[in-house]
């Protein structure tokens, strides 16, 4: 018998999760803090299944750090099926934005079955508001799934012909959301989008006490960054790939 600690046994059950032997691609789970569906096709989804978790320092250090403010809202940007907006679904107010339709639909199982008030909104926030693409490689990898850019340096990995697309819709936050003088705790995991959420966010960004968990790409950082403390944020930490940000003490 195989020890699930095994590299062996690591490299085999996700490949027989993906491939769906012996199991029903559509699973709901409980997790410590919520049910949640998951499609056991995709990449982080299957993390989930097998871990019971994702992302977990980060999760868990988004809440140190949040928990004892009184925090008015969040705001889940590029929130896929709504792992972090289910942590959080006991704050006042939660938005989630969500510009992929099939991540969207499971987004609103996973609010109705943990019988949760998070406002949903399909679409992705940016520094436009227009009719625009979504782009990615493998279905089963949705989460990585990003907002068409002819100069994404990601790109150039790729042969044309390998790129496939879905229709999305691109708006401001300032144009949806209209918070002055409140505490927000926000999240951006947008793939290279990021500097486009924040130009688009500029006046929540500039009217209100944040709390910001950013996933940027290395090659982003400096232009990132240089934004963010340009409108009197300061880094606070960092883990992997994702940074913390503050812009009150």
């Known amino acids: 018998m195989y020890n699930l600690r095994s590299g062996l046994f690591k490299r085999i059950i996700p490949s027989i999760l ?18 949640i569906r998951l499609n056991l096709s995709n990449s982080i989804d299957r993390e989930i299944y ?38 959080f679904r006991n704050l006042k107010n939660v938005h989630a934005f969500e510009p992929n339709k099939e991540n969207f639909q499971i ?6 079955i943990n019988n949760a008030n998070i406002i949903s909104h399909n679409i992705a926030c940016s520094d436009t508001s ?4 979504l782009w990615y490689t493998d279905s ?14 990601e790109l150039s990995k790729y042969k044309k012909k390998k ?11 300032d144009d949806i ?17 990021e500097i486009n959420v924040l130009k688009g966010s500029i006046e929540i960004l500039k009217n209100n006490k944040i709390i910001l968990q950013i996933e940027v ?32 003490y």
């Open 18 to 35: 993906r491939k769906n032997f012996f199991f029903q691609k559509n699973q709901i789970i409980n997790l410590s803090f919520c049910k």
């Open 50 to 87: 097998l871990k019971g978790s994702y992302e977990k320092d980060q999760l868990n250090y988004l809440y140190k750090i949040s928990k004892n403010e009184n925090i008015d809202a969040f705001l889940d940007i590029g929130s896929y099926i709504g792992y972090y907006s289910l942590f």
């Open 107 to 112: 987004l609103k199982i996973n609010n109705e």
């Open 130 to 133: 227009k009719k625009s693409k």
């Open 140 to 153: 089963n990898k949705m989460g990585g799934s990003s907002i068409y850019n002819e100069n994404d340096f």
């Open 163 to 173: 790129l496939k697309f879905k229709t999305v819709y691109l708006k401001k936050l």
């Open 177 to 193: 959301l209209n918070f002055r003088n409140k505490k927000l705790l926000v999240k951006i995991d947008v793939e290279r989008h």
């Open 217 to 248: 790409h290395k090659d982003l950082e400096y232009k990132v960054f240089t934004f963010l403390k340009k409108n009197k944020f300061k880094l606070i930490n960092s883990i992997g790939p994702d940074h913390y940000f503050k812009n009150y």
